[in-house]
């Protein structure tokens, strides 16, 4: 197939990117490139810097399916501008699926997220819960998701919500939970653990990879809204299990982020997807790549510090 990636240079898109060619797609990445740009050239890639914003810029010619995933990806960078992130993550949607409507693309894809939610006391979060989103980025991914949905008689719509993922990508993120307890550990011997009760979803990033090649493979077989996330842990406990793999002292501190919930993947399990991937297997790579030298403890790594150079640089 002939697919549009946006975000395709992030921590998910170049582990996906080379997943898709792999796979025989021809893959056009659209991606503004703020985290760099870390993927292998391929004859059938083509890698456009741009913003999503920009929607008049992106090519759609022959485009069969969008996988859209550039966005801005996390609740404190999300805070840093609140207007781009309601530009990128909503308008951008809208401008996008319209687009692909007008040049008959069949299927989007879009990465939403299971922190949507907000806090659940439930012990299964089911696709049919109420949302309850707490920050501008999880508002937006919601909002993001109504408007897509709102064009499903027009093209095939699928949202995924993921849960937080983990695991080595070339473009790497530490600033996700089982990363950065692992890295933590491994780079101060020291775990900090704000609040630890709250209990989260994970998923492993080749896991995350290969639900969306799911949904390529699946069609207009499924649609709607899909949890993606397979082990429950609280916080503590993924510190306690990363103790296993890098020994370090655990400190708890007070949390003044309260999201807290259980995630059942079950419709998506249904559908016929199985993980492969744990969490475990996620702090195993990172502690192997640490030890081996392949990955450090990056200011690069950590979205946070990255927006607030681009944004201090006036790129975004
Ligand atoms: N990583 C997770 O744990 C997780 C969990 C749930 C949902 N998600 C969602 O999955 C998607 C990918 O996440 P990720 O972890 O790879 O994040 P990431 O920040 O590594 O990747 C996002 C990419 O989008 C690009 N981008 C941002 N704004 C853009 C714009 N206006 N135009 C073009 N490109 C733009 C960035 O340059 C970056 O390469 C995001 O939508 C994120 O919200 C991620």
Redesign the pocket.
């Known amino acids: 197939m002939k697919l549009l990636l946006?975000?395709?240079?992030?921590?998910?898109?170049?582990l996906l990117a080379a997943k898709l060619l792999a796979d025989g797609h021809d893959v056009t990445v659209?991606?503004?490139?703020?985290?760099g740009d870390h993927l292998k050239r391929h004859a059938r890639l083509q890698v456009l810097q741009?913003?999503?914003?920009n929607v008049d810029a992106i090519p759609m010619k022959g485009i069969e399916a969008i996988l859209?995933?550039?966005?801005?990806?996390?609740d404190p960078?999300g805070e840093l501008d609140s207007k781009l992130t309601w530009?990128?993550?909503v308008l951008?949607s809208k401008l996008l699926v319209e687009r692909a409507i007008e040049h008959g693309v069949r299927q989007f894809i879009y990465?939403?997220?299971?922190?949507v939610y907000g806090v659940k006391e439930e012990d299964e979060v089911t696709e049919e819960l109420s949302l309850v989103p707490i920050s501008d980025?999880n508002k937006t991914?919601m909002i993001s998701e109504r408007v897509l949905l709102s064009y499903a008689d027009q093209i095939l719509v699928q949202c995924v919500?993921?849960?937080?993922?983990?695991g080595l990508?070339p473009?790497m993120?530490l600033d996700?939970s089982v990363n950065m307890l692992t890295m933590q550990a491994l780079a101060n011997g020291r775990i900090t653990v704000f609040g630890g009760d709250q209990t989260r979803p994970n998923?492993h990033?080749r896991d995350?990879v290969r639900v969306y090649q799911h949904f390529l493979a699946k069609g207009d077989a499924i649609r709607g809204v899909f949890n993606a996330g397979f082990e429950n842990l609280s916080i503590m406990e993924i510190a306690e299990r990363v103790t296993e793999t890098a020994p370090a002292e655990i400190v708890v501190t007070e949390s003044d982020d309260p999201r807290s919930y259980r995630l059942s993947s079950c419709k998506l399990l249904a559908t016929g997807f199985e993980p492969a991937y744990t969490v475990q297997d996620g702090i195993d790579e990172v502690a192997e790549a640490f030890r081996s030298g392949q990955l450090t403890d990056d200011p690069g790594c950590y979205?946070i510090k990255t927006m607030n150079r681009v944004m201090s640089n006036g790129g975004?």
């Not at 741009?50 to 914003?53: G, L, N, P, Q, T």
């Open positions: 946006t975000g395709g240079c992030g921590y998910i898109g170049t659209v991606d503004t490139k703020w985290f741009a913003d999503v914003r859209h995933l550039a966005n801005v990806a996390n960078c530009e990128v993550n951008a990465a939403s997220s299971g922190s980025y991914k919500r993921p849960a937080t993922v983990c990508s473009r993120r996700l998923i990033i995350m979205n975004a």
